[in-house]
């Protein structure tokens, strides 16, 4: 029996999950969307070429790994479509490497206007990606979401009448105006949509967690893709400016069917800074100069939406929550590069909250409201680690702040990216 191996991120997202899996992936057989959808939206530079994944694992880019969308995905079918072609017209033989669980819940017209019904009423804005989270997770738990194999059963037509014309009624309800409720097609067209789809994405539909525990079985490496992070995790995040699934380790199982006792090596991600897209509280933003150099130097805009992220320096208090709660076995450091362009770090290893100084993360408002961040500073000015191919090649500099994470956090920093480029990753044995 092998061991599935997991890829978390552990802030508010983006932290370069998607250059991690594409590495780990080179030795994977498997590699397995847990949790989230396409709000989700993984970057990977593959010699120039850069591919932006919203659904498919980003470990189907190694060419021989088998990109598996697990049940506690929730599934938008056209965006789905939209990523086979992409990768196919880039030569990648999706036919063969893509399975999606028949558990897994269907996005459909009506959750994209709800989200952004929901979103214009909210006096306190979460700033959501508008692909129809949230509203296709209320379903789901709700007991009315509609899954992939729904899509082959006797009853689809009259669940999905059901399902679209209950939803209409509530996009009015929130969209008082009713422009977005205008937007909803008729069902006819939605049916007929809708049955194509199921009929297009029929031959990828498998049992994926039959598949995963048999590929286990056979020895083989599966890899788990997280998507968001463990700061917008529903139970475990910054609630309510959270996503609606739980990108922590908990969701991996329950998004999979994998078992704790299957699981090996949780790799948690995180950028050499930090950066949130959305609203919601941030200890360590930097709303002044510094917070915009690290946005420009660093590319920092939304992949799904193309917003400007906000940045700031590195938290290791919520990192050490992040171990806490995902039992992180070691670390993934992305973006040195970028941090090493400044003369001087900040990293956060304290919270000051009203002159009581903390190492304890808590995703209590009020409590993050009021935390200052402690800084111990850091040297910067890396200069250039294009051309490093391992840790010992790094600046001494460099080296510091990689051993500083890890004295303070207390697992080891396997992974190393000095670039976006597949290549720009150092790894430590
Ligand atoms: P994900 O959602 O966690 O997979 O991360 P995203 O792909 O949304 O955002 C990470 C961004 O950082 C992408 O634009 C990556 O190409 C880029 N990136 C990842 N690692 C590095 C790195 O080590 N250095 C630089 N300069 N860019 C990186
Ligand atoms: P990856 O996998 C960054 C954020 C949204 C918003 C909140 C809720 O690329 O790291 P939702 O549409 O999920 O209801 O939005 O969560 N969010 C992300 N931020 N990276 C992501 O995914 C995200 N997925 C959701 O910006 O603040
Ligand atoms: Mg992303």
Known sequence: MSKADVVIGCFYGDEGKGKVID??????????RATGGDNAGHTIKIDGVKYAMHLIPSGILSGHTIGMIGNGVVLNPEVLLEEISNLKGHGYDVDRYLKISDKAHVILPYHPLLDMALEKNRSAKIGTTGKGIGPAYCDKYERSGLRVEDFYASDFK?????????????????????????QLLSFDKIYEVYAGYGEKIRPYVCDVLTCLHK???????????????????????????VTSSNPTIGGVLTGTGLSASDIGNVYGVIKAYSSRVGEGPYVTELLDEIGDQIRELGHEYGTTTGRPRRCGWLDLVALKYAKRVNGLTALAVNHLDTIGKFDKIQVCVAYDCDGTVTEDFSTNLEFLGRAKPVYKELSGAFGDLAECRDFDMLPQAAKDYIRFIESYIGIPVKFIGTGADRRNMLVRE
Not at 159 to 169: C, F, G, I, V
Not at 216 to 230: F, P
């Open 23 to 32: 590495y780990l992936a080179m030795d994977a057989d498997i590699a397995v």
């Open 158 to 182: 009259e669940k999905l009448r059901e399902l679209t014309e209950s939803r209409r009624a509530l996009i009015k309800y929130y969209d008082s105006d009713n422009c977005l409720a205008d």
């Open 215 to 241: 590929a286990l079985e056979r020895g083989e490496k599966v890899l788990v893709e997280g998507a968001q992070a463990t700061l917008l995790d529903i139970d475990f995040g910054s609630y309510p400016f």
